[in-house]
């Protein structure tokens, strides 16, 4: 009984920043780690990142180590995913992701989804 519902994609040059949101509704309490996946044209769905519910521990894929950073305010049920020195082969639909257990932050197992924000960054 949790929806999560993303914003903030978009189209940006190579190089460019961007910031997208995922707003959780319903039974906010239950979630702990929250993370972002992507799924680029012709690839599997991707991990990206993961937060936990208390704000101290992330985990990020190699690829994008130094540029994105992931941030969560709890008080808005919002997840944030800052997105710097952007490039084309980050151009996917990115997902936000919940949990309603404590788990390690690189396990990839998650209960509840949002249907997916565009980001396309252009050459």
């Known amino acids: 009984q949790v929806q999560l519902v993303e914003s903030g994609g978009g189209l940006v040059q190579a190089g460019g920043s961007l910031r997208i949101s995922c707003k959780a509704s319903?039974?906010?309490?239950?979630?702990?780690?929250m993370g972002w996946f992507r799924q680029a044209p012709g690839k599997e769905r991707e991990f990206v990142a993961t937060i936990s519910r208390n704000r101290i521990s992330t985990y990020y894929t190699d690829s994008v180590k130094g540029r994105f950073t992931i941030s969560r305010d709890n008080a808005k049920n919002t997840v944030y995913l800052q997105m710097n020195s952007l490039k084309p082969e980050d151009t996917a639909v990115y997902y936000c992701?919940?949990?309603?257990?404590?788990?390690?932050?690189?396990?990839?197992?998650?209960?509840?989804w949002g249907q997916g924000t565009q980001v396309t960054v252009s050459s």
């Open positions: 319903g039974l906010t309490g239950s979630i702990y780690d």
């Open positions: 992701a919940a949990r309603n257990t404590a788990r390690n932050l690189a396990s990839q197992h998650y209960d509840y």
